[in-house]
């Protein structure tokens, strides 16, 4: 294990005293607590981001998927996708009318 030291305002250090004692932890254990909890649920955001994309490369998810599921509207996905440079699929009117309908 490394040490690490952090700084924290009086008001945060207070209120993690009394959670850690409520909790009947340290103040470092509730801080390793919080850091795997945040940065886990990030590693598995971005990975759902990543098969999201990966289907969306492939012709497996519209556009409209692809923006619920990287939590945008459709416009903002399509400025996202041109930011990473990833082109943006044609849909054919079949797909277009569906992904009218799921919208």
Same mark, same amino acid.
């Given at each position: 294990m490394k040490r690490t030291n952090i700084m924290l305002d009086d008001d945060q250090h207070e209120k993690l005293k009394?959670? $850690?004692k409520k909790k009947g932890q340290t103040l470092g254990g509730l801080? =390793? @607590?919080a850091l795997d909890e945040v940065y886990e649920k990030? @590693?598995?955001l971005e990975q =759902?981001? /990543?098969v999201?994309?990966?289907a969306? /490369?492939?012709g497996f998810i519209s556009l409209g998927k692809l923006a619920e599921v990287l939590g945008l509207d459709p416009i903002s $996905? =399509? @400025?996202y996708l /041109?930011?990473?440079g990833i082109p943006i699929q044609a849909m054919d009117l079949e797909d277009l009318t569906l992904d009218a309908e799921n919208a």
């Open positions: 009394r959670y $850690a801080v =390793r @607590d990030k @590693d598995k =759902r981001r /990543q999201a994309l990966s969306y /490369q492939e $996905a =399509r @400025d /041109q930011e990473h």
